[in-house]
């Protein structure tokens, strides 16, 4: 579940983060045919890797070495599917598909469900596929389609939190009351709003997992009786005792879940309840409960959160090395085409190792070491090591695990024993541990309250703001020297300048670029705003505005050009014709952002043309 958290969030990083390429590299029906030529590769390729695995496990290979082969082939097959959906994405033209779809295009809850759905299929061909090999190397009364629809089942919880803030966030796009609406979408509102969410999300988690994952309270008997004494005599109290179904009842797991008592639940599969005897079930409950004790659910939201404190902190010294790297600026100008695809690549990119490093490896480090602090809670609870000590070898032995190979996120069964039988002989450990995980995660906190402060720094001053558009200006200026004729870095620095405010030194770069390029429909848009919206612009210049908007919309009537054409319009006091246009924008616009714009857009040339109506701010 682990890995599959990373890939579903890289999925959403490179969907979000991708701006769609004004010109497409291929046609829409080509990039759908290419993509569907993908999915059948893929399918094929993952076909034939796990017959071969299974041919081995039945072979020579044994079922014990086969299935450290299986997982390290889902882990191989899974960036392999997480690549050729990037290639999707950003190569053929599927996020512009989706948010072509009726309906979709106008939520961004739905349009991120379709990016994750393009992403599931990958995943329900590599679990189809998977089934051959799995049926061997685990005994299983599963067939494909219930094994296929398990996996499912077990991750739906990842995309759960993701999907009720979009929806959420949709919500607030529809709310008809503008000044609470301006202060959620506020930076500040936004942080709040996404706080505010969280606390309650984490609260009631459990509540949403447990229709998703079919659970159901443990039956009365003897287990359950051995379970509720442990926990009285321990203090420990949860809402509810549940099995949990895992692979149709054969996964070999617990779990506890909640951070408010209220709504905490113990989670205890059925094939675990049958391979353990009452001491080592006792002893897999006082781990999970360790987690509790040592507050590890709460840190684990935490270290969430701190993510987004280093993206937000990261984010602009990212955009002002790309600003300050000849080599970025040379891959970004001769895209004739815009920074589309390619800007996106070079912003999307550091923000994925970002989340790799983050959570492959400084996550992976601090779980490894919750995990060997929970054993060791178990350990000082049931005063000894024979009980969790068992539980671990069988766990290993029924569900084929090699004992002795690690996972990032878990020491291997071999090292955790290895440490227990230390800790029994030398309980110094114990509290050595304890004393390590403390420093660790007081580290981690002044690390991130450090990186916090200078991002928070940074930001207020407006000194990324003004490194940022100087590292543009001074770039784009140097190419223009190389290579004066390049009409696209003269229209890109006329956009630093039209973002700086400083119109002025914008109309005289839009003023090069349309002399070298004449018939681009991008120069002259820009060009026709930058006249349109100048502060004290000339009847001259207004005039010439709505020349070069007609201009540029007949080339390209997009809409935002078309926009350009209606605000033309509109300060040359025609504003019926403004109405006119802005309603073809408004039926060509595909994001709730560009609606919102429009229609606000709209309602000021409705109230040009009737002032006794209602009005709305631009």
Known sequence: MYNNLIYFILVLLVFTTYQPAKELLLPGWAGLVLGLALFAA??????????????????????????LQYYRLQTSLSILALVLYT??????GFKEIILSIPLVGRSSALTGLAGLLVFAVYMAILWGEAFAAYSVIYPSRLNRPRFVWSQFRFNLPIILPWLLLSLAADLIGLLPWAGLKKQLESPAGEIGFFVVFMAVLVVFFPALIRPLWGLNPLPSGPQRRAIEDFCRRHGFRVREIMLWPLYEGEGLTAGVMGLVRRWRFLLI????????DQDELTAVIGHEFGHIKRHHLLFYVFFFLGYLVLAYSFFDLHIYLLLASD???????????GPGTLWSILLTAPAVILMIVYFRYIFGVFMRNFERQADLFAYRLTGTI???VGSLEKIAFYSGQNRTVPSWHHFSVAQRVEYLVKAER????VKGHDRKV???????????????????????SGLSEGINRQMAVNLLEAEIRRHPERALAHRLLGDVYIQAGETDQAVAAYERAVQLAPDDAETLNNLAWALATKQGASAEEKARALDLAFRAASLKPSHYILDTLAEALYVNGRPEEALEVINQALSLAQTPQDRNYLARQKAKFEAAVDPSGPSSEP
């Open 42 to 67: 893929y399918q094929g390729l993952a076909r034939a890797w796990f017959r071969r695995l299974r041919q081995n496990v039945t072979g020579p290979m044994g079922v014990k070495s086969g299935s």
């Open 87 to 92: 290639v999707d994405i950003y190569f053929l």
């Open 269 to 276: 599969t059925p094939g675990l309840l049958k391979i353990l």
């Open 327 to 337: 080599w970025a600026m040379d891959l970004l100008l001769p895209d004739q085409g």
């Open 386 to 388: 024979k009980g969790l």
């Open 426 to 429: 030398n309980p110094s450990l």
């Open 438 to 460: 403390r420093v660790m995660i007081a580290a981690y906190c002044l690390g991130l309250v450090l990186v916090a402060w200078a991002g928070v720094h940074v930001h207020r």
